[in-house]
């Protein structure tokens, strides 16, 4: 049986690394391997991207896409970890879900920007569940157990619509 202050890596498989600038009998001592003087010569120098003034290739890589500056920060709950906490009895089918029912009942550690649900996972109970956005997956399965399911997104949908008014007539006259 070995013991613990025996072991040892196998011979040869770990070379002690080399110990440079130390003196001319190291062999490695003076410019320690790196030639004499310039800037590869220098501590900190940086040439990784530069390709001696020709366009470096991150450069001439072509760019698709973009990236919001602030994009919103939501937290992912999937319907079977909804199912689950049910199961467990921590959170209430009976009451309205939304993220401070989820954070109390330690199905999320906090709330960001939103909560936004998954469709992954069987939804059974009847649930009423307020949430920053939702899956066209996680809403089918909301409304198909018989629960409702509102979004902040939505909403915002609807409050940005303008309302016609009922006795103004529409003219397209110009």
Do not use: Y
Not at 96 to 114: K, N, Q, S, T
Not at 132 to 151: D, F, I, M, Q
């Amino acid at each position: 049986m070995t013991k613990l202050n025996e072991l040892a890596p196998r011979p040869g498989s770990h070379k002690p690394r080399m110990r440079v600038g130390r003196g001319p009998g190291s062999g490695k001592g003076k410019t320690a391997g790196r030639g004499v003087k310039g800037q590869t010569s220098r501590t900190g120098h940086g040439m990784n991207q530069f390709a001696g003034g020709q366009m470096p290739l991150h450069m001439r890589a072509p760019k698709r896409g973009f990236n919001a500056p602030f994009p919103k920060k939501l937290v992912e709950v999937n319907l079977w970890r909804l199912a689950q906490a049910i199961e467990a009895g921590k959170l209430d089918a009976k009451k309205p879900i939304d993220a401070a029912a989820l954070i109390a009942a330690g199905v999320i550690r906090r709330e960001r920007d939103g909560v936004r649900l998954l469709g992954q996972g069987d939804m059974t109970s009847k649930l009423t569940i307020s949430c920053h956005s939702a899956t066209a997956s996680a809403r089918k399965a909301v409304e198909a157990a018989g629960g409702k399911l509102t979004t902040v997104i939505a909403a915002a949908e609807v409050a940005a619509e303008p309302a016609v008014e009922s006795g103004a007539e529409v003219s397209s006259e110009g």
